[in-house]
């Protein structure tokens, strides 16, 4: 794309732009959606982010104690909850101990569980069930959405209730599921390309950042979970 001198890139998630900020610094890039971007290293910060990257942030940890809630809410019995974290995602690294609060509240305990491989995920459930859980938030990450149908199986098998991200998950088999559906966030964002390309925006000026907000994007979604 560099070689063909193209107006614009768009990536539709982190893996992508970072590829896409390795082969240019010039060629403005439009993120599909993303998650915590300065963690991640996509940019400095949102106020003053530098480079040639612009897009739609989504921060999903922010939701992880709200996530609990419903599930606790969809659930009443549950006590210990395994928490499935990707370990490639850096947003993931507090997980879960920035929702202490709310745990303590709703008088549940945590199991973090993670697995960075599709091969990993039979082992992480039956790490899940051997640490006593009868409860699973699922965390969102490009690995984790993209083989959500094997994980959610996996947790159906070993009789899981899960919550999880938006509507995708819920499509796939999750219980609950509350947050941002990627396809109407990249929607969004293609309009960020039509913009660039219509304005002329050169190619060495930082362009804005956008954050998905609840008022826009948050939803819940509710699927009744088949018995095995």
Known sequence: ?????????????????????????????VV???????????????AQPGGNLTGLELRDVELLGKRLELLKEA??????VAVLVDPAERS????????AVETRALGVQLLRVEANTPEAFAGAVAAMVQGGADALLMMD?????????QLLALARQHRLPTIAGGRHFAEAGSLVAYGAYP????QRSA???????????????????????SSTWWSIWRQLRHSA
């Open 75 to 80: 659930v009443p019995t549950i006590s210990r």
């Open 191 to 213: 309009g960020l390309v039509e913009w660039i390309r219509s304005s002329k925006v050169p190619r060495r000026r930082s362009c804005p950042w956008s954050r998905a907000t």
């Open 32 to 46: 599909g959606v993303a998650v915590d971007l300065v963690a991640q290293g996509l940019v400095e910060s949102l």
């Open 92 to 99: 993931h690294d507090h997980v879960p101990s920035n929702i």
């Open 141 to 149: 990450s490009t690995l984790l959405a993209r083989h959500r149908q």
């Open 1 to 29: 794309m560099v070689r063909l001198k193209v107006d614009v890139i768009f990536a539709p998630s982190a893996p992508a732009t970072q590829a896409a900020q390795q082969a240019t610094t010039t060629i403005p890039i």
């Open 183 to 186: 396809r109407d966030l990249c």
